[in-house]
């Protein structure tokens, strides 16, 4: 590629890009085709960032929105303090998500694995989202200041885009410690691919602005 903003990855090349501060007013197609569309080429593969999808479905709120219950206030002690469920509103969200009798059964029985040795179950009992939901610790305005939720549907939303755009697409979720989770990801996509491209985070984790990625191999 001859852009300079391209960067060489792995075996790969790889274009971080810009777009307008996005909102739930904005439909993912139009931006990726907007952004994105005129670099498409055969064999690329374009990933979004799961909060800025997120973000455009409209699956975010402020803390002043959420009254915290005696449930969420009690168990948002006992997670990581960098934890997103360590706080009352967080915990919260992810009570109103999946119910609390759910969120209770997997504090309950994710302690009692724990106990002897098995890690994790928490988080795998109690649903995607506990893993998903950002608490206010983002870095864009105004989205800093609210707690975000994982996104909808992402399988669904990247076999359209993938459709409609005519590459892979997938839904990422990236950070500065070189992990890359491929939480969704249109058929055929090369996820290792994606795991080497991405590791150096290109999208970046602060105010960057760079929710969308083209991997080309």
Same mark, same amino acid.
């Given at each position: 590629?001859?852009?300079?903003?391209?960067?060489?990855?792995?075996?790969?090349?790889?274009?971080?890009? =810009?777009?307008?501060?996005?909102?739930?007013?904005?439909?993912? #197609?139009?931006?990726?085709?907007?952004?994105?569309?005129?670099?498409?080429?055969?064999?690329?593969?374009?990933?979004?960032?799961?909060?800025?999808?997120? !973000?455009? *479905?409209? =699956?975010?709120?402020?803390?002043?929105?959420? $009254? %915290?219950?005696?449930?969420? =206030?009690?168990?948002?002690?006992?997670?990581?303090?960098?934890?997103?469920?360590?706080?009352?509103?967080?915990?919260?969200?992810?009570?109103?998500?999946?119910?609390?009798?759910? !969120?209770?059964?997997?504090?309950?029985? +994710?302690?009692?694995?724990?106990?002897?040795?098995?890690?994790?179950?928490?988080?795998?009992? #109690?649903?995607?989202?506990?893993?998903?939901?950002?608490?206010?610790? +983002?870095?864009?305005?105004?989205?800093? &200041?609210?707690?975000?939720?994982?996104? =909808?549907?992402?399988? &669904?939303?990247?076999? *359209?885009?993938?459709?409609?755009?005519? !590459?892979?697409? #997938?839904? !990422?979720?990236?950070?500065?410690?070189?992990?890359?989770?491929?939480? #969704?990801?249109? %058929?055929?996509?090369? $996820?290792?691919?994606?795991?080497?491209?991405?590791?150096?985070? %290109?999208?970046?984790?602060?105010?960057?602005?760079?929710?969308?990625?083209?991997?080309?191999?």
């Amino acid at each position: 590629p001859d852009s300079p903003r391209w960067r060489q990855g792995d075996r790969c090349s790889v274009l971080p890009i =810009r777009t307008h501060l996005l909102g739930s007013l904005d439909d993912p #197609a139009e931006v990726l085709r907007h952004y994105a569309g005129a670099v498409l080429q055969p064999g690329d593969v374009l990933t979004i960032g799961e909060t800025p999808l997120a !973000v455009m *479905q409209g =699956r975010y709120n402020h803390p002043a929105n959420l $009254e %915290p219950s005696s449930l969420a =206030r009690l168990l948002c002690r006992v997670f990581h303090p960098t934890s997103s469920l360590a706080t009352a509103c967080g915990l919260q969200t992810l009570i109103d998500t999946v119910g609390p009798a759910r !969120v209770l059964c997997a504090w309950l029985l +994710g302690t009692g694995l724990k106990l002897v040795g098995s890690k994790g179950w928490f988080y795998r009992l #109690a649903g995607e989202q506990a893993r998903l939901i950002d608490d206010v610790t +983002g870095t864009t305005p105004p989205y800093d &200041q609210t707690i975000v939720l994982g996104p =909808r549907d992402s399988q &669904q939303v990247c076999r *359209q885009l993938a459709a409609e755009l005519g !590459v892979a697409v #997938a839904v !990422v979720d990236v950070n500065d410690l070189g992990r890359v989770k491929v939480l #969704a990801s249109s %058929p055929g996509c090369d $996820e290792a691919l994606l795991e080497r491209a991405l590791r150096p985070n %290109p999208a970046g984790n602060a105010n960057e602005r760079t929710p969308l990625v083209l991997v080309r191999p």
